[in-house]
């Protein structure tokens, strides 16, 4: 055990010489990246306080005249296209109303007499695209009729509301 622990202690002694080069060249590497990063905040700031000094030194009024003006005639310029769009938008809804109303109208009317009829017609239809294949469908449809035409006049009723007993 004791010569365990004495080559470790000579292996460790031999290896000091190659750790402390690395390490102290791992030093010399970090304090340049640290003066690197120092140097560039340093001209950063240099910079921002320069900037700062010609913002508060500038006298320029007519620069900031100018500024104001040009901002004056946009805001009346986007005051104005918002005034046309609000115009559109009424002339826009009026037409729309009118329209829709006369849509409100037209369905009133024709609403059950094209509802009954559609119905029936339409019913029919789905029902003998289900009952029939592709090309016999149409003779399927008025096979169908005929049946619903004579269940209605022996039962009563109409084609669209056949009596339910």
């Not at 010609?54 to 005639?73: K, P, S």
């Amino acid at each position: 055990m004791r010569e365990l622990k004495l080559k470790y202690f000579l292996e460790l002694a031999s290896n000091i010489g190659s750790k402390a080069r690395t390490e102290a060249q791992a030093l010399e590497q970090s304090q340049a990246a640290i003066k690197s990063s120092v140097d560039k905040t340093t001209g950063s700031f240099v910079k921002l306080d320069t900037a700062y000094l010609r913002f508060l030194n500038n006298t320029g009024t007519e620069r900031q005249i100018g500024y104001m003006q040009r901002l004056a005639r946009s805001v009346d310029h986007a005051h104005a296209r918002m005034e046309r769009l609000g115009a559109t938008a009424v002339k826009l809804g009026k037409a729309g109303a009118a329209g829709f109303a006369g849509y409100q109208a037209a369905k009133a009317v024709l609403a059950e007499p094209l509802k009954i009829e559609r119905t029936y017609e339409r019913s029919l239809a789905d029902a003998a695209n289900i009952a029939f294949p592709y090309g016999s469908r149409k003779q399927g449809m008025a096979a169908m009729n005929k049946q619903i035409e004579s269940a209605v006049s022996s039962g009563g009723g109409t084609r669209d509301r056949p009596s339910r007993r």
